[in-house]
Nanobody, 115 residues
Framework: QVHLVESGGGLVQPGGSLRLSCAASGIIFSNYHMRWYRQAPGKQREWVATISTLRDTNYAGPVKGRFTISRDNGKNTVYLQMNSLKPEDTAVYYC?????????WGQGTQVTVAT
């Protein structure tokens, strides 16, 4: 059974940094592309970043150049380093993987960017 657990969220001032983690179990982690999404209050969930099994990365426009996705296959963990945070980055952040056509999500971690 696939299980994803995010951590690392919190309250940070504009311009600050946070690193989110997503620990996976129940899968051979190195075989899966991993993705981060976020959902701000009153908005739809949106894709943030992807890292492939070969460590190729892609980013949504609003976060490109500020966020970095990475993975540690030895720890079954994907990370999202977030720098130069803005109030509009405030959201619940989720990691996701797809297995046999099914999407698996973590419970999310809250990121709040405010003074």
């Amino acid at each position: 059974q696939v299980h994803l657990v995010e951590s690392g969220g919190g309250l940070v001032q504009p311009g600050g940094s946070l690193r989110l983690s997503c620990a996976a179990s129940g899968i051979i982690f190195s075989n899966y592309h991993m993705r981060w999404y976020r959902q701000a209050p009153g908005k739809q969930r949106e894709w943030v970043a992807t890292i492939s099994t070969l460590r190729d990365t892609n980013y949504a426009g609003p976060v490109k150049g500020r966020f970095t996705i990475s993975r540690d296959n030895g720890k079954n963990t994907v990370y999202l380093q977030m720098n130069s945070l803005k109030p509009e980055d405030t959201a619940v952040y989720y990691c996701k993987c797809r297995d046999s056509g099914n999407d698996y999500w973590g419970q999310g971690t809250q990121v709040t960017v405010a003074t």
